[in-house]
């Protein structure tokens, strides 16, 4: 590689793990209260759950009755630190993929798509000790101001489990299936959607016109993961039976859930994670694009 071409490439993939970096850190401030409650629907159990949840509304009031507006916030800190090189890793990566792929002979629709694969599985091999973390901050019903800190919790996890799948990485298989599905799915709708609905000249024409695509991607692909995101709460929150591990690999805690509590349990809290990641999919794509697009044009 040529010394301007090596300086090329070096440009190019600092523009887009900064306009990434940007776009994961304005979702996760604006959507993150969405994935509190998202996560608690997954990891409550059956009826006799003392603290079930009956509705989206009436977990939002309950937080905020017994653990008040912070409440909504716990865990924040574990994405805000893995937001920039996940998002980052999440666009720089697909952008790869797709420039790799596009010297092989594959129509566009399945080149963004496996783009988008690939970019998911990169990203969960970043993401997952961060979700792991998360998950057991978000699960703790305490007050905000009782609960660990987040390096706190952390270490009590590394010194309890250790690093490995059981500890720090454990639900890696779950967070792999969440991140690969909801990714393919995510770019290759918004990306050949985009190709074929025409752009408008009119600037807030156009902007409501990736919005409402980026909206649709991120619906479509969290219904489309979601089992897998309930499998990967359930495995890194606390197991049912404090000691014993009832929960511990992705596709036999799938069949577990659908054996004992049906086939809508592994739909749970998808209300709040469309709620989440519909429009703060839609963000995340527009943050990026607009960003790529001025560093492109004054970097």
Not at 236 to 265: D, L, M, N, S, W
Request: glycine letters at 12%; one cysteine or more; proline letters at 5%.
């Amino acid at each position: 590689m040529s010394a301007r071409a090596e300086s090329g490439f070096v440009r190019e993939a600092s523009q887009q793990i900064l306009a990434g970096g940007s776009a994961g850190l304005v979702e996760i401030c604006l959507m993150h209260p969405l994935d509190v409650v998202k996560t608690r629907f997954q990891i409550q159990g059956g009826e006799n759950d003392l603290h079930r949840y009956k509705s989206v509304g009436d977990s939002f009031r309950v937080i905020f009755r017994t653990e008040g507006l912070f409440g909504f916030f716990k865990g924040i800190l574990p994405p805000i630190l893995a937001e920039t090189p996940k998002r980052a890793v999440k666009f720089f990566t697909f952008e790869q993929y797709k420039k790799l792929l596009g010297y092989m002979p594959l129509s566009p629709a399945l080149t963004f798509a496996i783009a988008g694969l690939g970019s998911g599985l990169t990203e969960a091999i970043v993401v997952n000790p961060f979700e792991v973390v998360k998950v057991g901050l978000q699960a703790n019903r305490n007050s905000f101001a009782e609960q660990p800190s987040t390096l706190g919790y952390a270490r009590q996890i590394v010194k309890k489990e250790g690093f490995g799948f059981q500890g720090l990485n454990k639900g890696f298989t779950a967070t792999l299936g969440r991140h690969g599905v909801f990714n393919m799915v995510y770019f290759g709708f918004y990306f050949n959607v985009k190709n074929i609905i025409p752009v408008h000249q009119d600037p807030t024409l156009e902007l409501l016109r990736k919005f409402g695509i980026g909206l649709l991607s991120g619906t479509i692909a969290s219904v489309t993961n979601i089992p897998f995101d309930v499998a990967k709460s359930r495995i890194q929150g606390p197991q049912p039976v404090p000691g014993q591990i009832k929960y511990r690999t992705c596709f036999k805690t799938i069949a577990t859930i659908y054996q004992e509590e049906g086939f809508f349990a592994l739909y749970k809290g998808l209300i709040p994670k469309i709620m989440r990641l519909g429009p703060g999919g839609a963000v995340m794509l527009l943050v990026y694009e607009y960003t790529y697009s001025w560093l492109q044009e004054n970097w």
